[in-house]
């Protein structure tokens, strides 16, 4: 899978950190934007003529408001907005939140997300699909998806959803994985447990309650290494076997 930006076209409760100073060249000169605390997030070229409220999660390692300058991908989307001269207000929430926030157009801008086909209906307005809602920029590096095991549990995947159809699955929230995977799960023919995110679902997994998860590796791995686990147990929930590559880059 590939991961994009997601555009609204219809036209807090949480803490958060300190913003992060933004860095970007312009004619081979580095400048930095130190940002502000801004209603529930962060503000950035906050007295441009137009100010783009953007909505995320806690998506580490591509982005997080704990990671250090809150992740490449926080850096990249706030210097690309502001060099071309846009103002930005930041925030991150759950991701059916920051999705919910998007679709009924009271954000500008959704990132990152996934592939998303015409066809999948938005879960905020049931006679429209996310396509007639918003629209996706150009692919930008990560979000591969796989299916993840723990290590002793022997699955037979044979690189077919339909090999592993019977094994109850854990998935996040609000997420879009495969055409394929999502439609089978839609039609009742996939067992899951919902999980709020990744750090939950690996939960699940090391619980007994599923026997696969869907997730991003680098994104799981993130979600232990920054939880207050000792290392012992950060290593422990890590001990998990790749079951091979699911999904292929859109």
Not at 27 to 33: F, R, S
Request: aromatic share 10%; hydrophobic share 40%; net charge neutral.
């Amino acid at each position: 899978m590939r991961i994009f930006l997601i555009a609204a076209l219809l036209t807090s409760l949480f803490t958060y950190a300190d913003p992060a100073p933004v860095t970007y060249t312009v004619n081979d000169k580095n400048i930095t934007l130190h940002g502000e605390k801004y209603k529930s997030g962060y503000g950035y070229n906050l007295k441009a003529n137009t100010v783009l409220r953007l909505v995320t999660l806690n998506w580490p390692p591509y982005i997080d408001d704990h990671l250090c300058n809150k992740g490449w991908l926080y850096q990249l989307t706030v210097s690309m907005l502001v060099k071309r001269g846009y103002g930005v207000h930041i925030e991150f929430y759950p991701w059916a939140r920051a999705v919910r926030e998007a679709e009924l157009g009271k954000a500008d801008i959704l990132f990152p997300e996934y592939y998303i086909d015409d066809d999948v209906i938005s879960e905020n307005i049931l006679t429209k699909t996310r396509n007639q809602l918003l629209a996706l920029s150009e692919p930008i590096p990560g979000g591969d998806l796989s299916f993840v095991a723990l290590k002793d549990h022997t699955i037979d995947y044979d690189g077919s959803i339909n090999s592993v159809k019977n094994r109850v699955m854990g998935v996040v929230r609000s997420y879009k994985n495969s055409a394929k995977l999502d439609e089978l799960i839609d039609q009742g023919e996939i067992k899951t447990i919902v999980a709020n995110s990744e750090y939950q679902l690996i939960h699940l997994l090391l619980n007994g309650r599923v026997e696969l998860i869907v997730a991003d590796l680098e994104v799981l791995k993130a979600s232990v290494y920054k939880s207050l686990l000792s290392n012992r147990d950060k290593k422990r929930m890590l001990k998990v076997h790749h079951n091979g590559n699911l999904f292929w880059k859109i």
